[in-house]
C-alpha cells in the first residue's frame, strides 16, 4: 500500500485547494476578454448526405443553439445561433446543452446574432493537470512533484528559446537549441534526481550521445543533400524548413538518448550500491542485458511516436486517389528520418551508458578505498 506521510498529505491538500481555485476562476467569466455563451438548448435542423468527386461520403448535419451570455455587454441575454457540423467533426463541432461556448455576439436590428467560435475547454485542462500531479504525488511523492516542476522548467525554456528565435536572424534556430540542450539535460536530471554521481554520469551520457547521433544524422542529410526528404508539409512556414527540420532532429535525439542513458545508469548505480563489491566485468555484463532487453522495444516507441501522429494526413492522402508510395513518401519522410535518427542514438547510446558507468562508479570506488 502506498504511504501516507505528513508531507504528502499537505501536499495532496495543497493540490486540492489550488485545483478548485483555478476551476472557481474559469468560471469568473467577467474577466476574460471573449464573450462567453452556455449551451440552453440545441435541436437539429436537417441532416444531409455528401458525396465529393473522389466518392467520399459525409453527413453534414446543420443544428439551433440557443445560448445565455454570460459576460460584457450583453449579459443575461439570449441569442440563437445555427451550426453545421460534420459526421467527422475535425473542423467544427457538435454542440451539446450545458457546454460552454466561446462567441462573436452582434446586434443587427431588434434580435441579437452571433457565431460559434469554439468550445471553453480550460476546465478540463486543469482537471487533467491536477489529475496528473495528484498521481505523481500519490506515487511518488517529492521525485514526482520535481519531475512535474522539471517539465515547466523545459517547457519555459524551450518558450524562451523559440521567443529569441523570433527576434533574430531565420538560421540562428539550431544554433539555439545546440547551446541550450546542455542546460535542459543538466536540469532536467538535476531537479529530478538532485545532483550526485548518477546525475552526473547521466548528463555526460547524455550529451555526449546526443552529439554523435545529431552529427551522424547531420553529416548524411547534408552528403545526401536532402534527398529524399519532402518538406511540403512545412510549406507554410516563413523560415528556412530544413532548418526547423534539424532542430527538431536535435530534440528527438535528446528525448531517446536521456530515456536510455538514464535507464541504463539508474540500473548499474543501484546494482554497484547493493552490492559494493561488483566486478567491472559484472557491471558490463548487466548492463548489457538491460540494454538488450530495452533496445527492441525503445526503437519501436520511436517509430510509433514520429508515425502515429501521420496517419490522419495519409488517410486524407489515399482517399484522393493518391498512390500509396506517394502518400508514404511525402508524408513520412520526415518522421522516418527522426525515427532513423533516433534509433542510432538508442543504439549507440547502450554501449556509451555502460562505458562511463563502468569507468566512473569502479573509480570512486578505487579512490574510496
Known amino acids: 500500500m502506498l504511504s501516507m506521510t505528513k508531507t504528502k498529505q499537505i501536499s495532496l491538500f495543497l493540490l486540492l485547494l489550488f485545483t478548485i481555485t483555478a476551476i472557481f476562476q474559469t468560471f469568473q467569466f467577467n474577466q476574460l476578454e471573449q464573450t462567453v455563451g452556455k449551451v440552453m438548448e440545441e435541436k437539429t435542423i436537417q441532416s444531409e448526405k455528401q458525396v465529393d468527386e473522389h466518392g467520399n461520403t459525409d453527413k453534414l448535419t446543420t443544428q439551433q443553439v440557443k445560448l445565455l451570455i454570460l459576460n460584457h455587454e450583453y449579459k443575461g441575454k439570449e ?9 467527422s467533426q475535425i473542423k467544427d463541432h457538435h454542440y451539446h446543452k450545458n457546454e460552454y461556448v466561446y462567441i462573436d455576439v452582434s446586434n443587427q436590428g431588434k434580435e441579437l446574432s452571433g457565431t460559434l467560435l469554439e468550445l471553453k475547454r480550460d476546465h478540463f485542462l ?33 518558450c524562451l528559446l523559440f521567443w529569441w528565435y523570433k527576434q533574430i536572424n531565420s538560421h540562428l534556430l539550431l544554433l539555439l537549441f545546440i547551446a541550450g540542450i ?3 539535460v543538466t536540469l532536467t536530471l538535476t531537479v529530478a534526481n538532485g545532483w550526485n554521481k548518477k546525475t552526473k554520469i547521466a548528463i555526460t551520457s547524455t550529451v555526449i550521445g546526443s552529439a554523435i547521433t545529431f552529427l551522424i544524422g547531420f553529416l ?8 529524399g526528404l519532402h518538406y511540403e508539409e512545412m510549406e507554410l512556414v516563413t523560415r528556412p524548413p530544413h532548418i526547423l527540420f534539424l532542430s527538431s532532429l536535435l530534440i528527438g535525439c535528446v528525448g531517446a538518448v ?27 555484463e548487466t548492463g548489457k542485458k538491460i540494454g538488450e532487453d530495452i533496445m527492441g522495444p525503445m526503437i519501436n516507441i ?9 496517419i490522419p494526413l495519409i488517410l486524407i492522402f489515399l482517399r484522393n486517389n493518391m498512390s500509396f508510395n506517394y502518400a508514404f513518401s511525402i508524408v513520412l ?17 547502450i554501449p556509451l551508458s555502460i562505458k562511463l558507468t563502468t569507468f566512473f562508479l569502479r573509480r570512486g570506488a578505487s579512490n574510496e578505498r
Not at 489529475?131 to 512533484?145: A, E, H, P, Q, T
Not at 548524411?220 to 534527398?227: A, N, Q, R
Request: charged share 10%; glycine share 4%; no cysteine.
Open 79 to 87: 441569442v440563437t445561433i445555427t451550426n453545421t457540423y460534420s459526421y
Open 126 to 158: 486543469i482537471i487533467l493537470v491536477s489529475l496528473l500531479l495528484f498521481l505523481l504525488i500519490l506515487i511518488y511523492d517529492l521525485s514526482g512533484i520535481l519531475t512535474f516542476f522539471s517539465f515547466i522548467l523545459n517547457g519555459a525554456i524551450l
Open 182 to 184: 546542455p542546460l535542459i
Open 220 to 227: 548524411v542529410i547534408e552528403l545526401l543533400t536532402h534527398k
Open 258 to 284: 536521456m530515456d536510455v542513458s538514464m535507464t541504463i545508469i539508474s540500473s548499474l548505480y543501484e546494482l554497484t550500491q547493493t552490492n559494493p563489491n561488483v566486478t567491472k566485468e559484472e557491471i558490463t
Open 302 to 310: 520511436m517509430f510509433f511516436s514520429y508515425l502515429s501522429g501521420a
Open 333 to 349: 519522410s520526415l518522421e522516418v528520418a527522426r525515427a532513423l535518427v533516433g534509433s542510432i542514438g538508442i543504439v549507440l547510446t
